[in-house]
């Protein structure tokens, strides 16, 4: 196991009540002996063409996977299954940040397994800044969320906890302390309790940036790699133990993020949105070993 990195040290020694993300979906209820929360990273090096394309068949077979690891399934559509049901509405929450958006290829095999898992077609929507308007997610049941991780200047990164800001009319009120209060979104009554799914794309995540809105192609790497989870803070977590250690092995020396993305830690304690406390979390390994960094 890789020695906890700085940024496990500052801030990530959370919350207990991580049972909770492996009963939601019907998993076995936990004892006090197996009480982690399961978070499932898969990688595959043929997910990036040599141009960096996405290549779709196979990110779509990685989601599948880690869905399935993830529930115990060893069919994903049994998982999917679980993850919703026929009768929900189902919003899939995306990142249109132009230099590092969601994948359309991730988008288009959300929606697939959702539909196939008989949900209606009318019912799937995927949408980013214009999820408090659109007629799909007025009505939703369940949230899938997912977007790439990116270094952020306001939380530090920018992550599955705070992507869903778009559902608040004012967003800069929740900026400030580093974003601490993010949480608190997902208790909204448009949001609380209809999160079925967290995915964190880290493909080519960025690890570092200057500003607002900064991006630089010397900034990101090709991982190839998705963290999936229900809960998420554990997901957010496991990327985060994952930047900073490329931020140490790039700038030869322990470089925190900064600001602190203390949210993280914050959504666990204060909002119950799961452990962020690496001995609290079942990190289950899919793939690609090489250069894992967690």
């Not at 399935?68 to 679980?82: F, I, N, S, V, Y």
């Not at 949408?127 to 530090?156: C, Q, Y």
């Not at 400030?176 to 493909?203: E, F, H, Y």
């Not at 940036?209 to 090709?222: D, Y």
């Amino acid at each position: 196991m890789t020695s906890r990195s700085s940024l496990d040290r500052r801030g990530f020694l959370s919350v207990s009540g991580g049972a909770a993300a492996a009963t939601l979906l019907g998993a076995r209820k936990a004892g006090p002996a197996d009480a982690k929360v399961r978070v499932v990273l898969v990688r595959r090096r043929e997910v990036l063409g040599s141009d960096g394309r996405v290549n779709g068949p196979v990110l779509h077979g990685m989601l599948n996977e880690a869905v399935a690891a993830l529930l115990g399934e060893k069919d994903a559509g049994a998982a999917w299954r679980r993850i919703v049901k026929p009768a929900d509405v189902v919003g899939v929450k995306s990142n249109v940040w132009g230099p590092l958006p969601t994948p359309p290829e991730l988008e288009r095999a959300i929606r697939e397994e959702v539909v196939k898992s008989g949900v209606r077609a009318e019912n799937v929507a995927v949408d980013d800044r214009g999820v408090r308007s659109n007629p799909v997610f007025r009505r939703m049941t369940a949230l899938i969320n997912a977007r790439p991780m990116r270094t952020h200047a306001w939380s530090g990164l920018g992550t599955c906890l705070k992507n869903v800001i778009m559902f608040v009319d004012n967003p800069p009120e929740y900026h400030g302390d580093s974003c601490a209060t993010l949480g608190s979104i997902w208790q909204l009554p448009a949001l609380a309790g209809k999160a079925r799914l967290n995915v964190l794309v880290m493909l080519t995540p960025q690890f570092h940036s200057v500003g607002p809105h900064s991006f630089a192609k010397e900034f990101i790497w090709p991982y190839y790699g998705l963290i999936v989870g229900v809960q998420p803070a554990p997901v957010d977590a496991t990327g985060a133990r994952i930047i900073q250690a490329k931020r140490r092995q790039h700038f030869g020396a322990d470089r925190p993020v900064s600001p602190s993305p203390h949210h993280i830690e914050i959504a666990g304690s204060r909002y119950g949105l799961g452990p962020s406390d690496p001995a609290q979390i079942d990190l289950v390994r899919i793939g690609l070993a090489d250069d894992a960094l967690v």
